[in-house]
C-alpha cells in the first residue's frame, strides 16, 4: 500500500529523525529553528529541565526581504543566548532543509558569537 506523504508529513519525519540522534544539555542546548510562511523562530532550549532559555523571530527584525530578516533574527537569538551564558548550541533545523531562511538564521546565529 502506498504511503500518503505530503509536504507537513514530509517535514515532520524528517524532524523524528533529527531528533532522535540530537537532544540539548546545559552545556551545549539545541538551537531549534521553526519556519512558517510568514516568520522565522528560534528557540534555544535545554532539553534535560525542558525549559527554554531564549526564543526570537523575524517578526521583531528590520530587514528588505525574508531572508535579511531571518539573518537579524539569528544575530538578536545569539545577543540573547550569550547574555544568559550560552555560546555553544546544538543547531535542529527542525525537518526544514538547510537553504534560505534556515541557513540564514543559523548563519545570522554565527555571526553574533554562537558556535556550533
Known amino acids: 500500500m502506498k504511503r500518503l506523504t505530503n509536504k507537513a508529513t514530509k517535514i515532520q519525519i524528517r524532524h523524528n529523525r533529527i531528533r532522535a540522534k540530537i537532544s540539548g544539555t546545559p552545556d551545549m542546548p539545541r538551537l531549534c529553528v521553526y519556519k512558517s510562511n510568514t516568520s522565522v523562530y528560534g528557540q534555544i532550549i535545554d532539553d534535560s529541565k525542558g525549559i527554554t532559555l531564549a526564543a526570537y523571530s523575524a517578526d521583531k527584525c528590520k530587514g528588505k526581504n525574508f ?35 534556515v541557513k540564514a538564521f543559523a548563519d545570522g546565529a554565527r555571526e553574533g558569537g554562537l558556535k556550533f
Do not use: H, P, Q, W
Open 67 to 101: 531572508v535579511e530578516k531571518s539573518l537579524n533574527a539569528g544575530k538578536e537569538l545569539a545577543k540573547l543566548a550569550i547574555e544568559k551564558g550560552v555560546s555553544k548550541v546544538v543547531f535542529d533545523r527542525g525537518g526544514f532543509i538547510y537553504t534560505g531562511k
